[in-house]
């Protein structure tokens, strides 16, 4: 029995692969530099060196990258990954909940599926990372978010409650009752609440007629409060952001993130100066709302140049499977720099949006988002330049281990790309 328990330790302990160095490749370390000829070495699932001076070490596994393209994993900016598997079947559907007391103190976690076959495109599409957020149902608090790996190993949860997640603008406004002015009264007062909860836990019983916020609810909101976890709100206009930002004059302690933006570069200045992270959506570029009437592709350009931390994400983007959309909305903002008057990025830059910038807005610079030293070796060898459409993903490494590329797709193509007999659905047999 005692040797059944330490082989089931060892076949579920993290696979982490020999050292290995990549040889022989372009490498972009997604510090927002250019890329450059180099090597990546990998050991014990973390980076020990990449770029041209890289040594590779005696041992290591070599894997050639001539003629193609090395960079870290795709760190999706703001998804729904994992929390929905078919949206019109609701047993497969966790990002909402509509009938239930809670709120703030809902946490995605339980609910990530990393058997959904979107986990496994998005990994084989090179994103290996995602910020994973509920969607608000019957208040303006969505609950708290998640960051997630893609890797096969069926334990995604990176970190659970990670952020919490609420709406402001339209959205938030029918949420709490039908107008911005109720939207952020309610809030306030939510806040307000937690605040009393902190200071007496036992006195709050969150069922008087007067409060708000059931207990769980008002103890989730109390590391918001006291700044220990970030804030992500949804507010596209620049008047809603404007008032987003003076919340921290009656809570300075907020750390906020700015989502959505469409009209982020009207109030690039004030973001910049408050020092207000931003994670954008890229195609925002005509008023598809009352809230977005000055959307410009620009809007990530612009605020980049005013000083303005910003990431991708894809906010109500077919943001539950898209997020292997990642490398094209980057490469957008690097074409916008050949068009006339409009306003785009360099390409170490933009490639940041995807890499670096979101892991740092989500706490985990240190961990994830680059090929620097000591990062989770979340690593990706392309066939090309990763922002052209045209280019693949060949290998990926996550935490150091190599990952399948497999998919219901590829499968299904191998099926039919040369089908023997009785491969091919019935319709088509003579």
Do not use: C
């Not at 008002?218 to 220990?228: M, Q, T």
């Not at 977005?292 to 005013?306: D, E, F, P, V, Y």
């Not at 050949?338 to 949006?353: F, N, S, V």
């Not at 281990?401 to 790309?417: A, F, I």
Request: glycine share 10%; charged share 20%; hydrophobic share 45%.
């Amino acid at each position: 029995m005692r040797r059944a328990l330490i082989l089931l330790a060892l076949l579920s302990a993290p696979a982490f692969a020999e050292t290995v160095a990549i040889t022989g490749g372009t490498v972009a370390i997604g510090d927002g530099g250019a890329p450059a000829p180099g090597t990546v070495v990998i050991r014990d699932g973390r980076i020990v060196a990449a770029g041209p001076n890289a040594a590779v070490p005696p041992g290591a596994r070599i894997v050639d990258a001539r003629g193609k393209w090395v960079a870290p994993g795709f760190v999706a900016g703001f998804t729904r990954l994992g929390l929905v598997g078919v949206d019109a079947v609701d047993e497969t559907n966790d990002a909402s909940a509509r009938t239930t007391p809670f709120s703030a103190a809902i946490d995605v976690a339980p609910a990530i599926n990393p058997r959904v076959p979107a986990i496994a495109i998005s990994r084989a599409a090179g994103v290996t990372r995602a910020i994973v957020a509920p969607e608000t149902a019957s208040t303006m608090f969505a609950g708290q978010g998640a960051v997630i790996d893609t890797g096969q190993d069926g334990d995604a949860v990176m970190r659970a409650r990670a952020f919490q997640f609420v709406e402001f603008g339209e959205t938030g406004a029918r949420r709490a009752g039908g107008s911005r002015p109720a939207a952020h009264l309610f809030f306030r007062n939510a806040l307000a609440e937690a605040r009393d909860y902190a200071r007496n836990p036992a006195s709050y019983d969150g069922r008087s007629k007067d409060s708000i916020l059931t207990r769980a609810d008002a103890a989730a909101l109390v590391p918001v409060v006291e700044g220990r976890e970030p804030l992500f709100v949804h507010v596209e206009s620049g008047g809603d952001i404007l008032q987003t930002i003076a919340l921290r004059k009656d809570f300075p302690a907020l750390k906020l993130v700015i989502v959505g933006a469409s009209e982020g570069w009207t109030v690039a200045a004030q973001l910049a100066a408050a020092r207000i992270p931003v994670i954008a959506s890229p195609l925002n570029d005509l008023p598809a709302s009352f809230e977005a009437l000055a959307a410009t592709q620009s809007n990530i350009g612009r605020m980049k140049a005013a000083g303005v931390e910003v990431a991708i994400g894809t906010i109500d983007d077919d943001d539950a499977r898209m997020a292997q959309r990642s490398p094209q909305y980057a490469g957008n903002l690097v074409a916008l720099q050949r068009i006339p008057g409009a306003k785009g990025l360099t390409w170490g830059e933009a490639l940041a949006t995807i890499t670096s910038k979101p892991a740092e807005i989500a706490g985990l610079g240190g961990e994830i988002g680059s090929l620097l030293p000591g990062r989770r070796a979340d690593v990706v060898i392309w066939s090309g330049d990763p922002l052209e459409l045209t280019s693949a993903a060949e290998h990926v490494w996550i935490d150091g281990v190599e990952q399948s590329l497999v998919t219901r797709q590829t499968r299904l193509r191998d099926r039919y790309l040369k089908p023997g007999e009785g491969d091919m659905p019935k319709a088509y047999e003579r």
